[in-house]
Structure formats: C-alpha cells, structure tokens
C-alpha cells in the first residue's frame, strides 16, 4: 500500500468517525520529517480515541503499523506516526493553540473530497 492509499484510508476512517474539518498538509518539499500530516477535530477526548483506535485498525488490516502513537491517553492531541504519514487528532481548542496549519503556512494543502474520489 503506497502513501497516497495509507493517507486515503486515514481520511475515510476518520470521516467515517465523525472527525471534523480535515485539513491534509503536503510537506514533501518542506520537510524531511514526513510527507504528509492529516489533521481533524474531534468532539471529545472519547472521540478523539475512538478516530485513533479506528484509523491503527484500518491500516493495520492493510499491513501499515504505526511507528509510534502519542497523546492517546489524553486524548486532547493524539499523533499517530507512520512515517510518511503523521495524523493529528486534536480537540478544538488544542487544535487552535497550537496552530500546525499556521506554522506550515506554506505548505500546500490537498482537498480532502478530491483526495476521496
């Protein structure tokens, strides 16, 4: 499964959860880091947790193991890491303060529903 299918994958699973306003960040000509980062909202720390543990499933059925998760127990930021891929799972307010889209303003941002079709 290539990178474009993994990050696909994430953004059904997470839709299919409810996750709010996913905002998919290309960052493969700004960063060495990753070449993608998925960010959503989710409505709780319950919620956010449960976006989490659906997206590791759905990729782990596709043979795409996570390299670390963090935040989980909190559940106000989760970040899932697949290398290629960083996930995001923010409740709102967290999701403000820190502000990723700001700080890769310059990053191109592809259209979630184009990404879909």
Known sequence: MD????LKTAL???????????VILDLREL???TDFFLIV???????GRTIADE???????????PIS???????????IDYG??????FRPETRELYGLENLWID???LEPVRLLK
């Open 31 to 33: 960063s060495a880091l």
């Open 41 to 47: 909202s989710s409505s709780s720390d319950i919620h």
């Open 3 to 6: 990178t474009i299918e993994r």
């Open 55 to 65: 997206i590791t499933k759905k990729l782990k059925e596709k043979g795409a193991l």
């Open 107 to 109: 990053a191109p941002r």
């Open 69 to 79: 998760i963090e935040g989980y127990d909190l559940g106000n930021w989760i970040l």
């Open 84 to 89: 290629d891929i960083i996930i995001h799972i």
């Open 12 to 22: 059904q699973t997470a839709e299919d959860k409810k996750a709010e306003n996913p």
